[in-house]
């Protein structure tokens, strides 16, 4: 975009000397705004923008990146850490707890023993929410299906009652003319045939 349109600075303040004779001219205190300085002061990092001491040492950093490849390696070649237990110390919100975690033992011994109970009271309870599931969807398109022949039906008896105009009571039985049947000269175009 130019900036053709706006006056100049240095014109409009002139020169140190009168055009008009040797009378000198008082210089201006005024400053345009683009020779005016804009940052006053320098910035400096804020916490949490990388400052060296967020960042931690070398040895902390290459520390972890190791930790991060080994984890890494054994998740590819298939060994599996055993994840640790969530205790109620590690729980942020500790007045959230419903009860103590079991222990350890208390706990494999109720999973051995309700894996298979589970397993098929899970499968019994997810077939009777599929037939339950099926059953609304039949539901649903037969209503749909009711609605829609109840339409066709209603619209059918509509199109036959205005098909006949003598069933219609305030129907006009006077026949319908051309905009131009009352005019004096028909078949006036040379194409047009003769009658």
Do not use: C, Y
Request: hydrophobic share 30%.
């Amino acid at each position: 975009m130019t900036t053709a349109h706006r006056p100049t600075w240095h014109s409009a303040i002139a020169s140190n000397s009168n055009p008009s004779g040797n009378v000198f001219v008082a210089q201006t205190t005024k400053v345009n705004n683009r020779d005016a300085a804009s940052f006053k002061k320098m910035k400096f990092r804020q916490a949490g923008q990388g400052l060296v001491e967020d960042r931690g040492s070398r040895a902390d950093m290459a520390e972890e990146l190791e930790r991060k490849e080994k984890a890494a390696k054994d998740e590819r070649e298939g060994k599996v850490k055993e994840k640790k237990r969530p205790s109620l110390e590690d729980n942020p919100f500790p007045e959230d707890a419903d009860e103590e975690l079991p222990s350890e033992d208390e706990q494999s011994e109720e999973k051995d023993d309700d894996d298979d109970d589970d397993e098929d009271e899970d499968a019994e309870e997810l077939m009777r929410e599929l037939a339950k599931i099926k059953q609304e969807r039949e539901a649903e398109e037969e209503k749909a299906k009711a609605q829609a022949a109840k339409q066709d039906r209603r619209a059918q008896r509509d199109e036959v009652m205005k098909g006949n105009p003598l069933l219609d009571a305030g129907a006009d039985l006077s026949l319908k003319r051309k905009w131009d049947d009352d005019t004096v000269f028909k078949n006036q175009a040379r194409t047009a045939p003769k009658a």
